[in-house]
């Protein structure tokens, strides 16, 4: 188990419960708002380590996940969500 801390098309910055080793394979299942089911990321490797949180780059997922993926990203990316008033 752990906490997404940085999300990105290509990975995944993560403070997880558990000790990883950089290039660590690992199998993800991730919870996107929005999204019914957990993101599947069959194959993932960690890329760097620094304590108990860890970077993930991505690896095979299933297109339909790596779109709901894109379209998150794209939805909280745009310039109209990072607007916080109005003048």
Avoid: Y
């Amino acid at each position: 188990d752990g906490v997404v801390t940085n999300l990105s098309a290509n990975g995944i910055g993560i403070r997880g419960n558990r000790s990883v080793t950089l290039g660590m394979e690992l199998a993800l299942f991730v919870n996107i708002p929005g999204v019914e089911e957990p993101l599947c990321i069959g194959q993932s490797r960690v890329s760097w380590v620094e304590g108990r949180q860890f970077g993930v780059e991505l690896g095979a997922m299933k297109s339909e996940d790596r779109n709901h993926l894109r379209f998150f990203l794209w939805d909280h990316n745009s310039p109209s969500s990072n607007q916080v008033g109005s003048n």
